[in-house]
Structures are given as C-alpha cells and as structure tokens.
C-alpha cells in the first residue's frame, strides 16, 4: 500500500504559547531543507498541532525517511495512509485493508486501536471507534489478540478532514530545530570528540559555525580536506556550516620559540580559544564549543580546562565534559564522523607536542610565559584572524 504522507511526531515538555510555532515553524523550515535532494515531490504543512509531510506521485521512501531522522526537534516519523470519510463500514473495511497489505493474511500480533477524533462532528466517539475497529480486526485476522498495555501492533486512526491511518513510528533524533537558540562556533579538529560536540549542541538548537586550526606545511593539505569532510558530515544534521581555516603556523613556531616546552600545549590552546572567540564575535556567535572531556588528555585535566577557559569572556558549551571515550565513539558511529576522524591525518604535528606537558597548569605562571610573546603576538593574531579561510560546507 502506497503511503500519501508523513505525519511528523515533535515536541519538548514546556514549549507552549508563542514558543510553540516558533518551534514548529523552524522545524518546517528544516524538514523542507532536509527533503531538497531526495527524489521525489514533498509539501510541508502545518495543521492543528500536527506536521505533515505529503508526497506527490512516487517518491524515494528510504531516502526520505533518513533524510527526516537527521532532523533535530523530531521525534517519530509516522507514514501513513490518507482516507476519505466515507462512513464508517468503509473506514473499517479500509482498515482490515491495510493491515492485510502491511502485515499480510495471517497476522498473528497483538494489538490496540487508538482512535482520535479531533474532528468532533464525526458520528462516532473515540472510545465507540476502539471498540468497533478492534471487532473488525478481530473478525478478519483469527490469529490477533488485543491487548491494551503492551501490544505489539499500535493502529493509530485519527479524523480529521481527512482520516489518517499509521501504525508505524520510526525515531528521530529529538532536540530542537536548528536555530531556535541562536548560534556558537566549534572548534572543530580532525579528532573524534569535536564533531560529535557539535553534533550535540546543535541538537538542542544552536547553529553551528566552526573554526580550524590548520599549520602548513606541518600539516598536510589532506588533514584540512579531513576536517572539511568531517563539516560535511555534521552539516547533515545541523544544515549549512561556515567553517573558518586559520593559519596557525606562525604562531605555533613563535610560541615553540619563546616558551617553556612543558607549557606549549596549553598556550597554544590558550590562543586557539582567544582567536575562536574573535570570529565569534564577529559573527554573531554566542558561546563557543569544544570537545573536550575531563582527563582525555593533558590539556584536559581540570587545572588545564581552566586555564584555557580563563581567556574567554563568552561561555564555552562543552557536552562530552564527562563521556568516556568508549561512549564518545558510539555516538560518532551512531552519526557517521568516527571512520572519517580515524584516518592518519594528523591536524597537529607532533613537533609542537611536549614529551611531557604540564597536567596542572598554574595559570600565573603561564601569563608570566606568555609575557614573552608580547613584541609580536597580537600582530599575529591580528593577521591569522584577518587571513582566515572561509569554506561553506553542507
């Protein structure tokens, strides 16, 4: 049986009033964005507290359904079979109908009929429409069995204008739609963490900018292409990314020259989060993202967090702060990034990396570093900024 549309399942526990269509509205906004390149004809609409999406004519149902799961603020996708109202002996005949088509003869699951009547004229009460479908079901298919508590077979019935017949919910990923709380810029490496930071705070509505740290020739035109592909798969979900490439190069070496060698992890990072917060704010960014988790590496202790974070004026949204590694890579499985973040491509050469790093920083005594670098380093700064390479991904 051919489905007519796809009644979309939303919502977020305290989202009412004006907050409510402007939920609903960016999630239409993101299921059209999503269904652009999917084959087939697709509209969008709202209506009475429900998101449908109608096809037109014949239309790539599997890409249509993964492009849908990769939208945030969804929560089940529900094809479904559009009837008309032409009394209720058709209704139930066309639902005996579908499940015959869906299930086939000899269906043997247990079931339950939920029926909605949001359509209040229509002659028959909810509760009246359980009872005679469920008879129906029963008459046709032998082998069924209600059962109200856990069934394996929910048949949803609502009328409306039309009657909207599913039984199907696939998942979606939940959250909230893309933009509907403002914006942030990752810092995005080629590692496994970040992208799934991004992914993570883009869940909850924030669009996603990004920032990279490129050092040719110390790193290769290759790792960059990484980290782009790495954009590319995060764009799936959070749409379009801005992602910025600065040449760190020049200031790694300046850094590597003047400063304690058991500290150069730490600085540099201290001016990763100075020159991220920059194009921040410039852009338009209201916190900044990273995908660091406490104890993963020496710039992650707690005493390293905060002495990278003593540089920022604007918050530092960090999702993974307490996820084991075994738990980051899951989800980087679960969204695609993990094969493309473990090829060796490295976007950090190891001669800027300290044999032995400071694990707890003082954060005095690394200003008091950093005082070496005052002759040249704003100047620097000042031109990675202004040089940084714009690459729009998704």
Known sequence: MFFHAFLIKYGEIGIKGKNRYLFEDALVAQIRHALKHVEGTFKVTKDQGRIYVHTEGEYDYDDAVAAMRRVFGIVGICPVVI?????????????????????????????????????KTYPKASMEMNAELGGRILDAFPGMRVDVHEPELMIHVEVREHIYLYSDIIPGPGGMPIGTNGKSMLLLSGGIDSPVAGYMVAKRGVKID??????????????????????????????????YVV??????????????HDELTIIMRRYMMRIAERIAEKTGSLGLITGESIGQVASQTVHSLAATNEVCTMPVFRPLIAYDKEDIVTISKQIDTYETSIQPFEDCCTIFVAKHPVTKPNINVIKRSEQKLMEQIDEMVDKAIETAELIVVG
């Open 83 to 119: 009837l008309e109202d032409e009394g209720f002996e058709k209704l139930g005949d066309d639902v005996v109908a579908y499940l015959k088509a869906r299930y086939g003869e000899n269906c043997e699951k247990t079931f339950k009929v939920q029926a909605r009547r949001a359509r």
């Open 210 to 243: 990004a920032v990279y740290f490129h050092a040719p020739p110390y790193t290769s035109e290759r790792a960059k292409q990484k980290v782009v592909d790495l954009a590319a798969k995060v764009a799936r979900y959070t749409g379009p990314i801005y992602l």
């Open 247 to 260: 040449n760190f190069t020049e200031i790694q070496l300046y850094i590597y020259e003047k400063c304690p």
